[in-house]
């Protein structure tokens, strides 16, 4: 029936579990948390879509995009609300782009880098999770729009797999760091040593066993990690 409110496991039920993942501290590389990174001036905010210029070529191919961009753009104009998101999303988005923009010379990216995508795309579930909030009575009546949120949790829980799995490995990668820190005191000190130098086979042993220990540690970034990212990685591209 029309009014009829769809069971409990509608997306109440979904926001309940997503609300009470634990979201993960990532890439805690110098001990502060992810909210806490340094901040980046946002650049300007990108202008409106472009108008289509005709059906031929890449522009046909990319006639449904601007319409639809059009017509949210259209609506950030009309609705406060929207265009409070709306601002507040390209903000966070230019703040990423800045960020990622200072490893394209290198061909690297930072920590810092890797903290700021992760924190935008966390801070904007938490604001996606208030709309669905405040609009569930339309979700519900809406089979696209339910679908479209059952989507949207589905490709969240499947991002925080991953943030999960890639903390696992970073923390693997800072313990096999911290090793080769101790390995090349112990070179140091046992190099320093005078009573080892008449004593060839005692040489660099504390030094060798550290570097056994890294070996043993193996690569931080283990196949379940490869995994969960393929996982990700196929789910945006075909979604």
């Given amino acids: 029936m029309a009014g009829e409110e769809p069971p409990n496991e ?19 590389i110098d001990g502060q948390p992810i909210h806490k990174r340094t901040a980046t001036p946002p650049l300007p905010l990108p202008p409106p879509p472009p108008q289509n210029r005709g059906a031929g070529g890449s522009s046909g191919g990319n006639m449904e995009y601007t319409a639809e961009l059009s017509s949210y753009a259209a609506a950030c104009r009309l609705d406060p609300e929207l265009q409070t998101f709306d601002t507040t999303l390209q903000q966070r988005t230019s703040r990423v782009i800045w960020s990622l923009a200072h490893g394209v010379e290198v061909r690297s990216l930072s920590f810092d880098s890797l903290k700021e995508v992760t924190g935008c795309i ?4 938490q604001e996606v999770v208030k709309v669905i909030l405040d609009c569930k009575k ?3 009546r809406s089979p696209e729009l339910f679908d479209l949120v059952e989507d949207y949790f589905e490709n969240s829980l499947q991002t925080l797999d991953f943030c999960t799995a890639l903390e696992r490995c970073l923390k693997r990668a800072r313990d096999s760091q ?12 046992e190099d320093a040593d005078p009573s080892l130098k008449e004593d060839g086979k005692k040489k660099y042993l504390r030094t060798l066993e550290e570097l056994r220990q ?9 196949d ?4 969960v990212f393929q996982s990700v990685y196929k789910q ?4």
């Fill in 122 to 125: 966390l801070e904007m579930n």
């Fill in 10 to 28: 509608g997306p109440p039920y979904r926001i309940q579990a997503f609300n009470s993942i634990k979201i993960p501290s990532c890439l805690p």
């Fill in 178 to 189: 911290l090793i080769v820190h101790v390995a090349l005191q112990r070179f140091e000190d």
């Fill in 138 to 140: 339309d979700i519900w």
């Fill in 224 to 227: 379940e990690f490869f995994q």
């Fill in 236 to 239: 945006h591209v075909t979604g």
């Fill in 214 to 222: 890294f070996k043993a540690a193996g690569d931080p970034f283990t």
